[in-house]
């Protein structure tokens, strides 16, 4: 089957609350339901205060930009600040989460490979590790 052109404006897609975040928002921008068969495109919006607790995605690895904003990520065993015009590389399997400790929304473009479901693993449900 051949993939079809689609244009949507971000206006047009809804915005959905992220699993176990607080204040942070989610819109599939271009996604399987579009048809893209390839990779899938979010735009994630972080309130001031919001975080998107640790979790880590076992068999993808994903690309993110910081459009607007300044906030807080980890990015394995170390924290990071970003900003508008940083990019961010992270491995599959690279446990990642998100805090907005700023005082304006932090928003970020997400693109994922499509080329299996992912998984999403919270490390809260994590098993205590063995000694």
Known sequence: MDSVAVVKH???VAEEPVDRAEAAF???????RDGAPNFELRRFR?????????????DI???QYVLRGRYRVRLG???VTVSAGDAILIPAGTVHGYLN???EDAEFLCIIPRR???KTVWMDEQPPRSC
């Open 101 to 103: 400790d700023g005082g």
């Open 10 to 12: 971000s206006a047009s």
């Open 61 to 63: 690895e994903h690309i």
């Open 116 to 118: 299996i479901e992912y």
């Open 26 to 32: 989610i819109q599939w921008l271009i996604d399987r």
């Open 77 to 79: 065993e170390k924290e």
């Open 46 to 58: 972080i309130s001031p205060g919001g975080k998107i607790p640790p979790h880590m995605h076992p």
